[in-house]
């Protein structure tokens, strides 16, 4: 089963620039926060405000909130370079606080909430994600949360199936003896019609046709879909490796495998385990161009 350490950790980076730096102002002309093109659009698409100059609108409306007024983080404008090497190319978005935990926490903490979410370059971001997956094995084990996650099914006919199409479509098929040929065209044709519901629409048309499932095993298409099914799924009862752990943070709850430090987290509750990926990032990648106000104990919750 393929886990977080299993995957090439090689990210994409952006064509475009991670900031836009737009302004948003409320109808006083007070910067409320600033936003990209595109939310800028949104607001001038529904007359809800109206152009200042090219990165800037003004809202048409009196705004229920006072946005990011007393927010200067979020009002200040952010530099298009890597937060650890300052480099200006090949610039991705990082998670800091990963999206395989934070999707699983309440939206007062992770909603409209861009403090987690800096630039850094492909080069340095495959360097940390090296220490991040470590952090996620430790993790893994004080929590008890397998990183490919707890509740898989086992299809082990599938299993055996796949092994027999496999042989089936060897290229040195002629050199296994006639008895075990047919053996493994029995398993096939046997996985197959109790399985068919698995396959294509177009493979079930061709399954169809032989009574029994009978022969089927000629059909290489029929074949080469069964190799491709998976022997492990998820079952009614799957939990990933974060959902694990966000539900234990945020219930408090402790084990006697969690070392110190994952105890803390636990008792404290959610907020803790993003302050610790925060301080994770801030240890591992060493980032020595933070934005101005971005802080390891930033509150969390969102009013």
């Not at 409306?61 to 952010?78: C, D, T």
């Not at 396959?199 to 029929?222: K, N, T």
């Not at 080469?224 to 408090?252: A, N, W, Y």
């Not at 302050?275 to 591992?284: G, K, Q, Y």
Request: aromatic residues 8%; contains cysteine.
């Amino acid at each position: 089963m393929e886990t977080e350490t299993d995957r090439k950790l090689t990210m994409q980076s952006r064509e475009q620039d991670i900031y836009n730096n737009c302004k948003v102002l409320d109808i006083t002309g007070t910067l409320l926060f600033r936003a990209g093109t595109r939310r800028l659009e949104w607001y001038l698409s529904r007359n809800l405000a109206h152009r200042i100059d090219a990165n800037t609108i003004q809202l048409n409306f009196v705004n229920k909130g006072s946005g990011r007024q007393n927010e200067p983080f979020y009002l200040q404008e952010m530099q298009n370079m890597c937060t650890i090497c300052g480099s200006s190319t090949n610039l991705t978005m990082h998670h800091v606080v990963p999206h395989q935990y934070r999707k699983y926490m309440d939206d007062k903490i992770k909603s409209r909430s861009s403090h987690d979410l800096l630039p850094v370059c492909t080069l340095c971001h495959d360097k940390y994600e090296r220490h991040a997956v470590l952090f996620k094995q430790h993790l893994s084990h004080c929590f008890s949360a397998p990183l490919e996650g707890v509740g898989w099914i086992e299809r082990k006919d599938i299993g055996k199936g796949m092994r027999a199409a496999s042989t089936l479509m060897s290229p040195s098929l002629d050199k296994i003896p006639k008895q075990r040929i047919d053996q493994l065209r029995a398993i096939v044709n046997e996985v197959v019609v109790q399985n068919t519901d698995l396959f294509s629409a177009d493979s079930q048309a061709l399954i169809s046709q032989y009574q029994f499932g009978v022969g089927v095993w000629a059909e290489h298409s029929v074949l080469k879909e069964l190799m491709s099914m998976d022997v492990r799924i998820r079952g009614p009862g799957f939990c990933t490796h974060g959902e694990i752990i966000v539900d234990v943070v945020g219930h408090h709850r402790t084990n006697s495998l969690m070392c110190h430090q994952c105890k803390e987290i636990a008792v404290a509750g959610v907020p803790a385990l993003v302050v610790s990926w925060r301080r994770h990032f801030v240890e591992h990648a060493g980032p020595a161009y933070l934005p101005n106000h971005w802080s390891v104990e930033y509150i969390c919750e969102q009013n």
